[in-house]
């Protein structure tokens, strides 16, 4: 090991001169870019395990629903796994007329045949090839003069041309990508291109998108900013051009090159939801989208639902969301902080509806994406062991999930608030229970039963038969699923969405009881948890459910 490591790295300069034309500096973002998802391509292949066609299918259904109109869905010449999820789309006719699907490829005929071939029928389709320009792969990668690879990349586009005639009744568009540009010379990228573009013949009809991928971060976002400032002055044709740029996060600044990037010319950003993809990632669509909200820009995605999109996210990539992920993440909207809490609080208070967002702490409003603010509330000075979450999972047994820990504190600040006295650590398991425990109106299970039907599929069908009770009333349901959660769902005819699920074990032996905790919501209304104990497990999941489903009834009237 090198006494000093430093000393074996070189810094990154684009130019051999300085860069004197740079503008960007003075603008400002006034509209948001054109966004293409890449989550079922670049966001997938970095997966540990890679996403079933289930899991694909619900995170492409998703991506329509936030307002993606360009969706990356695979490299259908790679597998024939990637092939036939991209001829699934098309053949359920699962692709909105108004979504873009892209299909990557290398510049290789028949990998480029292959992925014509993959979207036949479809009636927008973009054919998405790259090539590596960049010195390192030309010298170690391809052994490749300068004069080679773009050969290469014109003879690819012709190849590309080609195949996408064999299936006229296609919409087509091309997109070129010189790899690794953020290390490539930036005027031997503008002559690869301009050649790419002279072969396509772009027209205003006929436009032809360049991605300028940071695929190694490699210097600070504003030296990215001049690359992509120097593209656009120097690139053929720019008005027939749309300038594309696709950062990695090696540096932990992918969402601040994206934005000078914009600054600097660029027309679209490709990514992923929370910045999913190779090494440390693309960059975070997300973050990048309610950036524009807090400069009065409307991002034209819909992400109202936050924690629905999260969920998405993680069930599909099998990958949790960091607590303090900007927006997103279980903490982002909770001050521990006494001083931050009473700032925060007097915010609330003076903040109207239709006036410009003013409270402190918070750069945008919680609810705008279907969020709450949460102060957490300790029980004493003894931060740790004085804690609420510490003093029921250690004297009563109780793990409970991040999401619940933060919203049982809004139960504890209310006793506070009326009481006007702090919750003393004796208190807090009597106050849980009233909270979540015995929320037993309207409704209380009297008994249930389950059957299921085995499927052709190997899957099984799971029909619940249960009884209710309110009041002096019992009341029968019947409902099936494809769990017995989702089953006792469907049997209570409520406008509920499923959105988390945790159980574990309650003391040992004959003694063991299982506990369940669930977050629902029901109708439009914030996300709530239930939380139901028993020695049955499905019996304790239902119990959950009904909880969940009574504290939104009770809190309602």
Request: glycine share 6%; net charge negative; proline share 6%.
């Amino acid at each position: 090991m090198l006494s000093n490591p430093a000393s074996k790295y070189i810094p990154f300069k684009p130019f051999n001169r300085p860069f004197t034309e740079r503008t960007w500096p003075n603008n400002t973002i006034s509209k948001p870019p054109i966004w293409m998802s890449t989550d079922l391509r670049d966001g997938n292949q970095s997966l540990i395990e890679p996403m079933s066609v289930e899991r694909k299918l619900r995170f492409f259904k998703h991506l329509v629903q936030i307002g993606f109109k360009e969706i990356e869905v695979g490299f259908p010449s790679a597998s024939q796994t990637d092939f036939d999820f991209v001829r699934t789309l098309i053949d359920d006719k699962l692709i909105p007329n108004d979504v873009t699907i892209i299909v990557l490829t290398q510049a290789r005929e028949d990998l480029i045949n292959r992925t014509a071939e993959a979207c036949a029928g479809t009636k927008n389709a973009m054919i998405h090839m790259y090539n590596a320009t960049a010195p390192a792969f030309r010298k170690i990668v391809f052994k490749m003069s300068q004069e080679e690879v773009l050969n290469f990349a014109v003879a690819g586009t012709k190849l590309v041309k080609a195949a996408m005639a064999k299936y006229p009744e296609v919409n087509w568009r091309f997109e070129y990508s010189p790899e690794v540009f953020s290390t490539t010379e930036p005027d031997f990228a503008v002559s690869v291109c301009n050649a790419v573009a002279a072969e396509w013949g772009t027209a205003p009809d006929r436009k032809i998108i360049f991605n300028l991928p940071a695929t190694i971060e490699s210097t600070t976002p504003n030296i990215y900013a001049d690359q992509i400032e120097y593209f656009c002055n120097n690139i053929n044709d720019r008005k027939n051009v749309i300038v594309s740029v696709h950062p990695h996060n090696d540096r932990g600044t992918a969402v601040a090159a994206a934005e000078l990037a914009m600054m600097a010319g660029a027309d679209r950003v490709e990514g992923c939801l929370f910045g999913s993809g190779e090494r440390t990632g693309n960059v975070d669509l997300v973050t990048l989208a309610l950036n524009l909200y807090t400069q009065g820009i409307n991002p034209e995605l819909d992400f109202s639902d936050i924690d629905a999109v999260r969920l998405t996210a993680e069930y599909c990539n099998q990958l949790p969301v960091h607590p303090r992920h900007p927006y997103v993440g279980d903490l982002v909207f909770t001050a521990f902080s006494g001083s931050h809490q009473d700032a925060i609080k007097k915010g609330f208070a003076q903040q109207k509806p239709d006036a410009p967002w003013e409270v402190p702490y918070l750069p945008i409003d919680p609810a705008d994406l279907g969020r709450s603010y949460d102060a957490v509330i300790r029980v004493n000075s003894q931060s740790g062991k004085g804690g609420i979450s510490y003093l029921l999972e250690h004297e009563h047994g109780l793990n409970l999930p991040r999401r619940l820990q933060i919203e049982f504190s809004r139960a504890i600040q209310r006793v506070t608030d009326e009481t006007g006295t702090e919750v003393n650590g004796n208190a807090v398991y009597d106050i849980f229970k009233k909270e979540y425990l015995e929320q037993s109106t309207p409704w209380s299970l009297v008994n249930h039963r389950i059957s299921t039907i085995s499927n052709g599929d190997g899957s099984n069908t799971f029909i619940i038969e249960a009884e209710l009770k309110n009041g002096n009333e019992v009341k029968s349901i019947k409902g099936q699923g494809d769990g017995s959660i989702s089953a006792f769902i469907n049997a209570l005819n409520l406008p509920i969405r499923f959105m988390d699920y945790h159980e574990h074990a309650l003391g040992s032996g004959e003694n063991t009881n299982a506990v369940c905790y669930v977050e629902l919501r029901l109708d439009d209304s914030p996300t709530g948890f239930g939380v139901g104990i028993h020695k049955d497990i499905v019996t304790a999941s239902f119990a959950a459910v009904l909880s969940a489903v009574n504290r939104h009834l009770n809190t309602k009237k």
